[in-house]
């Protein structure tokens, strides 16, 4: 089926560093990638939408300063959080467009902790 | 306005129980589609089903089957004789034809006492 690799599945880093996420369609082609965070205990929530060739789409108060994204190619998204800072701490999940049963298909998230 | 309602925010059951979560959703659009995924401790989305707004029938997959009705807006999920693998976060969604995202609903926490 659709896979979508996501990495790192946990990364700690120090406030004030940069931690970039990677997210690879492996056996299709993904034009549209969506990146959602979740904090802990809560649903997940869209940040933004990844076109390839082209600026990412946030939504409303996503800071795209602070969450850089790029797709660069048909089967790479990227989520660089930027200065970090211990609130960033959450779960960071992709996901794509696929002909999976879900017409989805997620990757299996980062969990990112800032100290 | 919130798109998707899980009022159960926790629900424990003990082992063998049956469990239905609770699922009310809010769209505009006559096209759409409703999901239900399981997210466990580990935190990876696995995908349980997906429902197309023009497919009202009900399902059954093994020990899980799901009850969609337009009429009340819900899409309400039951697992029968619950083990204790299923405990996880349950997640209910819904993607509009109109656009690309999912609107995921504050997710029920399932635990099954052994």
């Known amino acids: 089926g659709a896979v979508v690799s996501q990495h790192p599945s946990w990364v700690i880093c120090k406030s004030g560093t940069s931690v970039k996420i990677e997210c690879r369609s492996l056996d299709f082609q993904a034009t549209t990638m969506f990146w959602y965070r979740q904090f802990p205990k809560q649903s997940l929530m869209l940040m933004a939408t990844s076109n390839e060739g082209s600026k990412a789409t946030y939504e409303q108060g996503v800071e795209k300063d602070k969450f850089l994204i790029n797709h660069a190619s048909l089967t790479l998204s990227t989520l660089t959080v930027t200065s970090a800072h211990p609130e960033d701490s959450s779960f960071y999940i992709c996901s794509a467009r696929s002909w999976g049963a879900d017409g989805y298909t997620f990757g299996s998230g980062t969990r990112l902790t800032v100290v | 306005a919130q798109k998707v309602t899980q009022a159960q925010t926790e629900i424990s059951v003990v082992e063998k129980e049956d469990v239905t979560l609770d699922c009310v959703y809010e769209t505009r659009d006559t096209t759409y589609y409703l999901f239900w995924y399981k997210q466990p401790p580990s935190g990876e989305l696995v995908f349980l089903i997906r429902?197309?707004?023009?497919?009202?029938q009900n399902e059954i997959s093994g020990r899980y089957s799901w009850n969609f009705q337009k009429s009340t807006s819900s899409f309400n999920f039951t697992i029968t004789a619950s083990q204790v693998v299923d405990s996880a976060v349950y997640f209910c969604a819904l993607s509009e034809a109109s656009g690309n995202q999912f609107y995921f609903g504050t997710g029920t926490s399932l635990t099954v006492i052994p």
């Open positions: 429902r197309n707004s023009f497919d009202e």
